[in-house]
């Protein structure tokens, strides 16, 4: 295989718009080299076969999403952390896309699923701890339920964006932090 | 067009079956009539196209997905409702992997998002206006947090099941319903 980081970057990235575009059964090695603008079989040199192509994009799709370390620098707030994540998802939409059609292809491969829930899983305790270690206020269940109230709100702004409308993100945005992260815990 | 409408109800449960195993991109009207056992050509006497077909699927979705009335019987509490839904999904997989298969297909045909944004915000709004009607603690904002958080638990649900392993689902319920939905608002 070979191992040129940024061609490999760039065919991974070439491979997200292709999901994003037209779905998973429509992502082949050989779409990817035609989206990437490289010879047909560059992307075989760089994936043995295309299940490792989707655990490698999995991995690629956490790299671009990384938050902007600009947007941690000062007093941390919850509500405006919140903030720059939809505006990062508004920006980077086909690499969303590109997470949900992985999601859904992981209910047909047991390999990926196993790869999904580690990668995904030990975000979330990474949340979760960084949160707390902050001291940022509200408890370990405020943060699982803020994840679930951001996934539940992503997916309807990236698959139905008019659903929302009539109930503005940054209202709903303020009343999930106020009531499912208090000060003190809600008991 | 045929409108027998016990037939066309099986095609579209064959369509919802293909859907989830498939794919959007595996969804043909031959695969339907595969699926459901009946001579090639069939679904064509009852779908005009594949747009038509997707549509179709959606209503019949919302079909296979209404409460049991028997679960609305006695004193209500959004907690056990809450409770119910999750286990219908869980019984109807399928339907639900098929809703995100048709989704995703909405972020590439406006038409097909125009109806399923038509769609899910008057589900939402009687939704709401269902919970208010009947007196049930919190308002509309909290009614709405917790149609996302329940999105967000229903896509890891189906998506990556381990994820919430060490999170119980019943305790997240819990919480979800009392700091979002509580007894007086929490202004």
Do not use: C
């Amino acid at each position: 295989m070979r191992q040129n980081p940024e061609r490999r970057a760039a065919l991974l990235d070439a491979a997200i718009e292709v999901l994003a575009r037209e779905g998973s059964r429509g992502l082949t090695l050989r779409a990817v080299d035609a989206e990437a603008g490289v010879p047909t079989g560059t992307s075989s040199n760089y994936f043995a076969h295309r299940a490792q192509l989707l655990v490698q994009i999995l991995h690629r799709t956490r790299e671009r999403l990384a938050p902007d370390p600009a947007d941690l620098q000062g007093p941390l707030d919850t509500k405006v952390l919140l903030g720059h994540l939809l505006r990062r998802v508004r920006a980077e939409r086909s690499v969303h896309i590109a997470m949900l059609e992985l999601r859904l292809e992981a209910t047909r491969r047991p390999e990926l699923q196993a790869e999904l829930v580690g990668f995904q899983g030990a975000e979330l305790e990474a949340n979760i701890a960084w949160h707390l270690e902050n001291g940022l206020p509200g408890d370990r269940q405020g943060v699982v339920l803020v994840y679930l109230a951001m996934l539940g709100l992503i997916v309807d702004d990236l698959t139905v964006p008019g659903l929302l409308e009539s109930h503005p993100v940054e209202g709903l945005i303020e009343a999930m932090v106020e009531r499912l992260l208090p000060e003190r815990p809600a008991d």
